[in-house]
Nanobody, 117 residues
Framework: QVQLAESGGGLVQPGGSLRLSCTASGSIPSFYAMGWYRQAPGKQRELVAAISMEGFTNYADSVKGRFTISRDNAKNSVSLQMNSLKPEDTAVYYC???????????WGQGTQVTVSS
């Protein structure tokens, strides 16, 4: 069984930075895409950023220029560098792995990111 484990969440002031990491364990498949999704209070889960094996990236408009996604294919890991954080970035962030396409069946447990003064 494949498990995705996120880390790096926490409380940060507006304008601050956090780096989220996600590492797969168990019987690791080859993911075509890995990504980060978030769910804020009262809202649906939404794409933050995703990256394919080839390195193609897909960012939400709200995070372009502030967040950077990267992955290590050999380690089946993905990271999200978040800079210039805003209160509206507050959400639970989930790691996702997709065997095919951009969104797959593999999800992490989520890590809380809170941006507040």
């Amino acid at each position: 069984q494949v498990q995705l484990a996120e880390s790096g969440g926490g409380l940060v002031q507006p304008g601050g930075s956090l780096r989220l990491s996600c590492t797969a364990s168990g019987s690791i498949p080859s993911f075509y895409a890995m990504g980060w999704y978030r769910q804020a209070p009262g809202k649906q889960r939404e794409l933050v950023a995703a990256i394919s094996m080839e390195g193609f990236t897909n960012y939400a408009d709200s995070v372009k220029g502030r967040f950077t996604i990267s992955r290590d294919n050999a380690k089946n890991s993905v990271s999200l560098q978040m800079n210039s954080l805003k209160p509206e970035d507050t959400a639970v962030y989930y790691c996702n792995g997709a065997r095919w396409g951009w969104v797959g069946d593999y999800w992490g447990q989520g890590t809380q990111v809170t941006v507040s003064s």
